[in-house]
């Protein structure tokens, strides 16, 4: 069973993200966060309980994604957690930021329901052992 | 020309004027010691023909002495002896005469003194004769004897006489001779540097003349110059000055006084004089600028705040600079009344802030609104995706046709706003210049495009691009769009063959480029054998939003080439398209 959190702040996002995950054929457990203050509390809580991997929405009140990240890189505990970030923007900036910020992967919010299905299958799929970004811009931003 | 130059030179002329005065002086100098030496030879001349003269009165008087006597002796008559008697006495006047004129002359002194001898011995044999003749008994053989001796004395004498002539005509040809010669010489002399030194006046004097003449023009040209400059002043609102800083005067042109409101030279030009006009808060300005001037050999400039006479703010420019004149000091200057370009200037930059504003604040909407409406369309074709999948079996065939209408609106209107983004990025100004190899933008541009190519079985021929400084993923994306529409501006049935080239081109050959900074371009052209359109068209396809086909044939957003024109602005390159309707059409980039 694999352990994916997702820290978004639409809910109609978290809704389709939850649906996706139904329907895909790998069991999972979805727990998901509405910003980044409450991510940060959720993993400073949950010490045993860690995520197998986090998606991770840039655009956010209170705390926005790319702040969340430099904190999770920070801190020893949680720096290992595979970082997806999940966001409506491709923006070269934003792409460039999060890759030298240690994501792991850069996922944009696809238009069509079948292409996230397919495309969160073969994230929680990657060995993240072996799947080091390796600053490989090509290899991190996963669909245009 | 540099001799020509030397001739024409004022210490030329001074100099030949110096040659010729020494020349002048020589000729009169010498016409001097002539006439001196002319006279003198005059006098030896009168003097010889006074020593003849003295010496044949002389011989006469003895003549006579000796005629009387003889003429007694054979008459007896005693008349005889009166001229006898008094020839004595009458030989001693010219005897003084010659002595006092043979004074300095020592040799004829000597002949004169055994002359005198002479006629002395001669003066006593007759004496001698006539005592012979008075004895009772004539002693007829010893008077002959005397007689004799006094022949022989006579000739003597003449002998000596003509020995003194004679001397004294040598004396005197010798004398003639000499100044002959000089004589001969001098006139020649005298006369060739006449003639020269009328010569160096005659020169002197035109070339004197021609100087006066171009003097009296230069004179006209400094005038019409002075006027036309005061002219000039009064129409292009500036004045000049001039402050001679070591004795600390100050010229001010009359315009200086008009453009402070003021009559001409109505008040004394000095420094603070002026700065009574100047605004009090530009006072400083002045101050400092000309602490400024008198440091730097540069020209200052200084800008600054006027108050004229009949209290009108005014702003001036003053540009100024060091000179040097006659060994003082002088800093020189102009002012300049520039209130209506400085209106004009504060209205125009106004109006530049404005528009650069409202550019910026273009570019954000245009930025925002692409951005921001991603994200709700996004959920619209999700959500209508799960229904058309999850739903379909509760739709109407109906409901389904919509739902196919609104999936393709839908994707139109990403299109659209995915270009609108592309659009506002290519104008955002960030412009990160890097040096690659568009060779391999090219590639990645052909690469994204890989899924149109296959489907279309697209021919792309491609050639070996330059490395140029660009922005990168601008150019990626100008290929994308160039490639991307010739591909989907295809010809049915005719599979697309896209051809890229690419060449270095002369400036001068271009009309459009002729007159940019750059004599090279490097012109990157994409072909294609596509539907192509009028050439009419040409500069319209790069507009926003415009169109040659309507909307139902073909799936464009208007604004793809207005990309491609704005990335190739960004590069301060051109961009043109050639085509022919059926046959194809080129699109050429010429970046620099």
């Known amino acids: 069973m694999i352990y994916v959190l997702l820290a978004d702040d639409d809910e109609d996002d978290r809704l389709i993200f939850r649906e996706a995950f139904g329907e895909i054929k790998i069991k999972t457990t979805v727990k998901t966060v509405n910003d980044g203050v409450e991510l940060m509390d959720y993993l400073n809580r949950n010490e045993d309980e860690l995520p197998h991997i986090l998606f991770l929405d840039l655009n956010m009140p209170r705390k926005n994604g790319l702040d969340c990240l430099s904190e999770i890189k920070s801190i020893n505990r949680l720096k290992d957690i595979p970082v997806a970030i999940y966001s409506t923007s491709a923006s070269e900036e934003d792409i460039e930021d999060t890759l030298v910020k240690g994501a792991n992967i850069y996922i944009k919010k696809p238009n069509d329901f079948g292409t996230l299905k397919k495309i969160l299958e073969e994230v929680i799929t990657i060995n993240w052992q072996y799947h080091t970004s390796g600053l490989n811009r090509e290899a991190f931003l996963l669909n245009r | ?592």
């Open chain 2, 1 to 592: 020309m540099n001799l020509r130059a030397m001739i024409s030179s004022n210490s030329f002329v001074r100099g030949i004027l110096v040659i010729s005065l020494f020349a002048l002086i020589f000729i009169f100098s010498v016409t001097y010691k002539h006439t001196i030496a002319l006279r003198e030879s005059t006098e030896i001349l009168i003097r010889s023909y006074k020593i003849q003269g003295s010496l044949e009165q002389l011989f006469s008087c003895l003549r006579d002495a000796e005629i009387g006597q003889r003429g007694y002796l054979i008459s007896r008559d005693s008349a005889f002896l009166n001229p006898y008697y008094s020839a004595r006495s009458k030989s001693i006047e010219p005897y003084m005469q010659l002595d006092s004129l043979i004074t300095n002359n020592p040799q004829q002194q000597d002949n004169l003194d055994s002359l005198w001898d002479f006629i002395n011995l001669r003066f006593a044999l007759l004496a001698h004769s006539l005592e012979l003749d008075n004895e009772p008994d004539i002693n007829k053989s010893r008077l002959d004897e005397n007689m004799v001796r006094g022949d022989k004395v006579m000739d003597k004498i003449r002998s000596q006489i003509n020995n003194m002539i004679e001397l004294e005509s040598l004396d005197f040809n010798e004398h003639q001779k000499d100044l002959t010669h000089d004589i001969y010489f001098t006139p020649n002399w005298t006369l060739f540097l006449l003639f020269f030194s009328l010569l160096v006046f005659v020169f002197s004097f035109i070339k004197i003349n021609n100087n006066l003449i171009d003097l009296k023009k230069t004179n006209e040209y400094l005038n019409v110059t002075n006027e036309s400059f005061r002219h000039a002043e009064d129409i292009g609102n500036f004045c000049s000055w001039r402050w001679f800083i070591d004795t600390n005067k100050f010229v001010f042109s009359d315009n200086q006084y008009r453009l402070l409101g003021c009559a001409p030279q109505s008040f004394e030009p000095t420094l603070e004089n002026f700065l009574e006009f100047v605004h009090p808060e530009d006072r400083h300005i002045i101050t400092d600028g000309v602490t400024l001037a008198l440091k730097k050999a540069k020209p200052t400039s200084a800008f600054f705040r006027v108050i004229r006479n009949d209290g009108e703010l005014r702003y001036f420019k003053s540009v100024s600079r060091l000179a040097a004149s006659n060994g003082g000091k002088l800093l020189i200057g102009i002012n300049s009344d520039i209130t209506e370009q400085h209106i004009s200037n504060m209205a125009l930059e106004e109006r530049n802030r404005e528009l650069e504003l409202s550019n910026k604040e273009l570019a954000s909407f245009n930025h925002i609104a692409s951005h921001d409406l991603q994200e709700p369309l996004r959920k619209i074709q999700t959500f209508v995706s799960r229904i058309t999948e999850k739903e379909s079996s509760n739709l109407s065939e109906t409901g389904k046709e919509y739902f196919i209408k609104v999936q393709s609106s839908l994707i139109h209107m990403r299109n659209l706003i995915d270009d609108l983004l592309q659009f506002s990025r290519a104008t955002k100004t960030e412009k990160k210049f890097e040096l690659v190899d568009l060779t391999l933008l090219l590639e990645n541009a052909i690469q994204e495009l890989i899924q149109d190519i296959e489907e279309k079985k697209a021919e792309i021929n491609t050639s070996q691009l330059p490395v140029l400084n660009v922005i990168p993923f601008q150019i990626q994306q100008l290929f994308i769009n160039l490639i991307g529409n010739a591909l989907k501006y295809s010809q049915q049935h005719i599979a697309p063959v896209i051809t890229i080239n690419y060449d270095v081109i002369n400036s001068d050959d271009y009309p459009f480029l002729k007159y940019t900074d750059q004599k090279k371009y490097h012109r990157i052209a994409v072909k294609d054998n596509g539907l192509g359109f009028e050439q009419q068209y040409a500069e319209d396809i790069f507009q926003l939003f415009y169109r040659l086909l309507p909307k139902a044939e073909m799936t464009g957003s208007g604004i793809g080439l207005s990309i491609c024109r704005k990335i190739v602005e960004n590069h301060k390159g051109f961009i043109f398209a050639e085509s022919n309707p059926g046959i194809g059409s080129t699109f050429s980039v010429f970046l620099p």
